[in-house]
């Protein structure tokens, strides 16, 4: 059982992970990532002597905010800069590299990369990146939306769910010598994180707001899936899982589990 509900999860992903908003009082807890945010759009993208940018704020705020816009996206660059460029014609893609190697450099953004696993099939693997913040609050802050303000766009709110949900899939992971990615093929199937334990065994995960029909349809899906993968060559999934912003654990009876984002550390 989780004692969290959804708002509880859209102060999380405001408020974000960062160790001095823990405990805090909210509206301490909420600046940190505003803060940390104006920091970067007006001095730290600028600050990197390897990657040198002419000092430019309304263009960081630009790609930050597209680039939120973008989340848990398999976007393109080309995507991204025809959303930041507009008539802005020194906004070039040498100059839109720039500021993306500025911001991984600065561990603002992580993108997941694809899982490439043998199938049984001839399904083609899509191997393009998804786009992440290393926390889901920085992404908030680049769109200025509270808590409550994710509630005005459902569509926006699931997917920085989802980057809170891949964010924590990455701490926990990693703790075991595991790691995160993203699963996409031609079928235009995807799940949206995929666990590659150090032992080889592996896991699917799909990450949903929604009520119980979206969750059986994500489980359903999760199965399809599975079933393309080539066990001979990878061994059979040590679980598939679908990750809910609802307070009860359970296993259905197709052998999904459904757990709470507050269940995940158990």
């Known amino acids: 059982m989780s004692k969290k509900d959804i708002n509880d999860y859209a102060y999380y992903i405001c408020r974000g992970g960062w160790p001095v908003a823990i405990g805090k009082e909210r509206d301490v807890a909420l ?3 505003r803060d940390y945010y104006e920091v970067v759009v007006s001095d730290d993208i600028f600050s990197l002597k390897d990657i040198p940018l002419k000092k430019d704020e ?40 720039k ?4 911001l991984r450099n600065l561990y603002v953004i992580e993108e997941l ?16 990146e998804t786009r ?20 005005r766009d459902i569509t926006a709110f699931g997917f920085l769910f989802e980057s809170l949900v891949v964010h924590d ?15 996409r093929d031609s079928k235009k199937r995807e799940a949206d994180a995929v666990i ?21 349809k994500a489980a359903d899906n999760l199965i399809n899936i599975a079933k393309d993968i080539d066990y001979e060559r990878t061994g059979k999934p ?19 589990y459904v757990v709470p984002l507050c269940c995940l550390k158990n």
């Open 169 to 183: 899939l990455r701490v926990y992971a990693d703790m075991i010598g595991g790691r995160v990615y993203k699963y």
């Open 196 to 216: 590659q334990f150090n032992d080889g065994s592996w896991a699917l995960i799909e990450v949903k707001l929604g009520g119980e029909d979206d969750i059986r």
């Open 58 to 97: 309304q263009k960081a705020r630009k790609l930050m905010r597209s680039y939120a816009r973008n989340v848990s996206i398999a976007a393109a660059d080309t995507t991204l800069l025809k959303d930041c460029s507009g008539n802005d014609e020194t906004f070039d893609k040498d100059v839109f590299a």
């Open 238 to 256: 040590a679980f598939l899982m679908v990750v809910t912003k609802n307070k009860v654990a359970y296993r259905m009876d197709n052998g999904v």
């Open 31 to 33: 600046a940190q990532a």
């Open 132 to 151: 992440h913040f290393t926390d889901p609050s920085i992404g908030a802050a680049a769109l200025g939306v509270s808590p409550e303000g994710l509630f």
């Open 99 to 102: 500021y993306l190697n500025s």
């Open 113 to 128: 990369p694809a899982w490439n696993p043998n199938l049984r099939s001839k399904t083609a693997i899509r191997t393009k």
